[in-house]
């Protein structure tokens, strides 16, 4: 099972507004370029994200007369350099379609797009706040100023884009998505909170609210969050992963309906819970079954291995438990799985290896409190800047 990590998480939830933006304009350009069956075509290949076969079919196309006609002309080379990745050459037509009309604030903003795709940050910048009164613009010039390393302006431009489009929920979701990259989670569980209900079919909305819970530490918050995503999309594979991790994570046994979602993708994960679920309960044939179904796991399943070493543990089998813990220890030398070992040794009167296993303990401990000082350091930070 993958450990949730938030940069790929955001490559998951939201689709970002740069190619929406530079492509919306395929829909418009179609009526100005009719009068050419060749242009028309290349429109709809376009539209259909048949790049190449659009390029080919506008070789040897002559720019047409008449200022809209020339825009969408550039517009529609500049959709398919975009498509073919060209993004340098996205932005040049964008500039081109620009130049024949400098105040038009739709045109603006599609070239700052095509600049945000090639990596020409400031020249975005200056044209986006052409459209800075939408909320496209708005979206757009968050994710430029978020790519710029401006954090604070990013929020400012999307909580513009919310208050402009409130019934728009990608623009809740960009904010929220930004509050939680830069480790504000308690800001980001609030816009989410509040967004939730005006947006009840949505599951990608409670997907991030679990992450920012998960990240906050509420853990039976983010299960049920999570859960409440599948109920909505049980295809979305990953959220499973991310819902599993919360459960493990979390001090007390998870939510029925959490447990029977980890049951149907994560076995292993499934088969601790209900370890843990059997050690509390005092239930023997429980636990036998899933004891039996975690030997059954890869041995390279650090989840498995660390169960049942918990299990031989709680037995007092410190042979067994010195065994799978030493495994364990390999496949996840977290601070409290070196302390586990080292009560196992201490337990077989094995001295010197449970003091080695105390010091790595400490230096992993070390290591984790400066990434938590890290971490809470940018969150403070942050939140002051908001303020």
Same mark, same amino acid.
């Given at each position: 099972?993958?450990?949730?990590?938030?940069?790929?998480?955001?490559?998951?939830?939201?689709?970002?507004?740069?190619?929406?933006?530079?492509?919306?304009?395929?829909?418009?350009?179609?009526?100005?370029?009719?009068?050419?069956?060749?242009?028309?075509?290349?429109?709809?290949?376009?539209?259909?994200?048949? @790049?190449?076969?659009?390029?080919?079919?506008?070789?040897?196309?002559?720019?047409?007369?008449?200022?809209?006609?020339?825009?969408?002309?550039?517009?529609?080379?500049?959709?398919?350099?975009?498509?073919?990745?060209?993004?340098?050459?996205?932005?040049?037509?964008?500039?081109?379609?620009?130049?024949?009309?400098?105040?038009?604030?739709?045109?603006?903003?599609?070239?700052?797009?095509?600049?945000?795709?090639?990596?020409?940050?400031?020249?975005?910048?200056?044209? &986006?706040?052409?459209?800075?009164?939408?909320?496209?613009?708005?979206?757009? *010039?968050?994710?430029?100023?978020?790519?710029?390393?401006? @954090?604070?302006?990013?929020?400012?431009? @999307?909580?513009?884009?919310?208050?402009?489009?409130?019934?728009?929920?990608?623009?809740?979701?960009?904010?929220?998505?930004?509050?939680?990259?830069?480790?504000?989670?308690?800001?980001?569980?609030?816009?989410?909170?509040?967004?939730?209900?005006?947006?009840?079919?949505?599951?990608?909305?409670?997907?991030?609210?679990?992450?920012?819970?998960?990240?906050?530490?509420?853990?039976?918050?983010?299960?049920?969050?999570?859960?409440?995503?599948?109920? *909505?999309?049980?295809?979305?594979?990953?959220?499973?992963?991310?819902?599993?991790?919360?459960?493990?994570?979390?001090?007390?046994?998870? *939510?029925?309906?959490?447990?029977? &979602?980890?049951?149907?993708?994560?076995?292993?994960?499934?088969?601790?819970?209900?370890?843990?679920?059997?050690?509390?309960?005092?239930?023997?044939?429980?636990?036998?079954?899933?004891?039996?179904?975690?030997?059954?796991?890869?041995? =390279?399943?650090?989840?498995?291995?660390?169960?049942?070493?918990?299990? #031989?543990?709680?037995?007092?089998?410190?042979?067994?438990?010195?065994?799978?813990?030493?495994?364990?220890?390999?496949?996840?030398?977290?601070?409290? =799985?070196?302390?586990?070992?080292?009560?196992? #040794? =201490?337990?077989?009167?094995?001295?010197?290896?449970?003091?080695?296993?105390?010091?790595?303990?400490?230096?992993?401990?070390?290591?984790?409190?400066?990434?938590?000082?890290?971490?809470? =350091?940018?969150?403070?930070?942050?939140?002051?800047?908001?303020?």
């Amino acid at each position: 099972m993958r450990r949730l990590r938030l940069g790929q998480f955001a490559q998951v939830i939201i689709v970002g507004t740069i190619r929406s933006t530079l492509i919306f304009v395929l829909a418009t350009v179609i009526e100005a370029l009719a009068q050419s069956s060749s242009l028309e075509q290349a429109v709809r290949f376009a539209q259909e994200q048949r @790049y190449a076969e659009a390029r080919r079919v506008l070789e040897g196309s002559v720019e047409p007369e008449g200022i809209t006609q020339r825009i969408a002309f550039h517009r529609l080379k500049a959709a398919i350099a975009s498509g073919l990745g060209e993004t340098a050459a996205a932005a040049n037509e964008m500039r081109s379609a620009l130049a024949l009309a400098p105040g038009d604030a739709g045109l603006q903003t599609a070239t700052a797009a095509a600049e945000l795709q090639a990596g020409l940050l400031d020249d975005a910048v200056a044209h &986006a706040q052409g459209g800075a009164g939408t909320a496209v613009g708005q979206a757009l *010039l968050g994710d430029i100023q978020e790519k710029r390393g401006q @954090y604070l302006e990013a929020v400012k431009a @999307y909580q513009a884009a919310v208050a402009l489009a409130p019934d728009r929920e990608q623009y809740r979701v960009a904010l929220a998505l930004e509050l939680v990259q830069h480790h504000t989670f308690e800001p980001a569980i609030a816009v989410l909170e509040q967004a939730a209900p005006r947006f009840p079919k949505s599951a990608r909305l409670r997907v991030l609210l679990g992450v920012a819970q998960y990240a906050a530490g509420r853990y039976e918050d983010a299960e049920a969050a999570l859960t409440d995503a599948l109920d *909505l999309a049980p295809e979305l594979e990953r959220v499973y992963g991310y819902l599993a991790q919360a459960a493990l994570e979390a001090p007390s046994p998870p *939510l029925e309906r959490a447990l029977k &979602a980890i049951c149907t993708r994560e076995p292993v994960v499934c088969s601790a819970l209900q370890s843990r679920s059997a050690r509390e309960k005092g239930d023997a044939g429980l636990q036998a079954l899933a004891v039996a179904a975690l030997k059954r796991a890869p041995k =390279n399943s650090a989840i498995a291995r660390c169960e049942l070493g918990k299990v #031989y543990q709680a037995a007092a089998q410190w042979t067994e438990a010195r065994v799978e813990f030493e495994a364990c220890v390999q496949l996840d030398p977290s601070p409290q =799985n070196h302390y586990r070992l080292g009560l196992v #040794y =201490n337990r077989l009167d094995l001295v010197e290896l449970a003091q080695k296993q105390m010091e790595l303990r400490k230096t992993a401990e070390e290591r984790k409190a400066g990434d938590t000082a890290r971490r809470q =350091n940018a969150v403070q930070a942050f939140q002051y800047l908001i303020k």
